[in-house]
């Protein structure tokens, strides 16, 4: 089965409008495909057009901005109720929140010498709710401030620098509750790329699964990683894979192009 259940488009901070999303997943030979923009589902209705089109299969995504320890962690929520009112209320609170934080990132900036960002990140990603760190990057790189949006991570965005301002998001037990309640499966994130620790990482997992999170992403960011392959199987996770494609990059594996589950993980649609 090639899955591929962790992407993004127009909807967030990827470069691909849906449609073309799902055609490009298609030509990469993904059978089960799912969009999880951040913090939204106002791009599933055009994927799921395409989808049907092409005999996709495609379920429900959201990538669910948490607060934990402090610090910021990814939920993905996959296969519920895109209509669910307490889901999109909860994602909605997430965005109003991404739109002051983003609003706040654009004065420090300003006050570090750099005016009109809001404005240059709003104009890349459309829409106020839908203002991520990457808009501000892209922005940043296009006006030649930084010479390229990992520069401008680097420089400016990522904690501790100039246009950084800490954000509190919806709580791990929300997202997960309003997964749960609009009938989906809730997924940890890219647990490898989470700067916890092997302490705090082993409370999150552990937390996460018995406030009823469903799987972990195993595969993605270029591996299958062993390690939370094995937590998975200690805790009765089942395991999820995901590219996180964000934009076609020259010589980079696009959607789908992702190494097997490994074996003796359930994977997360087994219960679909
Ligand atoms: P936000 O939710 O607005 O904080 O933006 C988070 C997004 O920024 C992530 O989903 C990534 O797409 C992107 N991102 C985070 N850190 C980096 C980085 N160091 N370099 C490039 N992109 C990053
Ligand atoms: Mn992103
Ligand atoms: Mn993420
Ligand atoms: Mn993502």
């Known amino acids: 089965m090639n899955a591929d259940l962790h992407t993004h488009s127009t909807a967030s901070d990827g470069t691909l409008r849906p449609a073309e999303l799902v055609r490009l997943a298609h030509a990469n030979g993904v059978e089960l495909l799912a969009v999880t923009d951040h913090d939204g589902t106002a791009g599933l209705a055009e994927a799921a057009d395409e989808a049907a089109r092409l005999g996709v299969r495609l379920v429900p995504g959201v990538e669910i901005s948490v607060t934990w320890a402090a610090g910021t962690i990814h939920v993905v929520g996959l296969n519920f109720d895109p209509a669910d009112a307490r889901l999109e209320a909860g994602l909605a609170a997430n965005r109003a929140g991404r739109e002051a934080r983003a609003r706040a990132i654009g004065e420090r ?32 790189a296009d006006r030649g401030v930084c010479p390229d ?39 940890l994130a890219h647990p490898w790329s989470c ?69 003796g993980v359930d994977p997360v649609w087994s219960g679909w």
């Open 149 to 187: 949006a990992a520069a401008a991570f680097e420089r400016y965005l990522a904690p501790g620098r100039p246009g950084h301002v800490p954000q509190r998001w919806a709580a791990l037990s929300e997202a997960i509750g309003w997964i749960r309640d609009a009938g989906g499966s809730a997924v």
């Open 195 to 263: 700067a916890l620790g092997d302490v705090g990482l082993s409370a999150l997992l552990s937390e996460f699964r018995d406030l009823g999170g469903h799987a972990i992403e195993i595969v993605g960011g270029g591996h299958a990683w062993p390690r939370f392959a094995r937590e998975a199987v200690r805790l009765g996770l089942r395991g999820s894979c995901g590219s996180d494609f964000h934009a076609p990059v020259p010589d980079r594996a696009g959607p789908g192009r992702l190494p097997a589950l490994p074996s």
């Open 109 to 140: 900036l300003a006050a570090a010498g750099i005016p009109g960002a809001w404005e240059g990140a709003l104009r890349e990603a459309g829409a106020p709710g839908r203002v991520t760190r990457t808009h501000f990057a892209r922005d940043l």
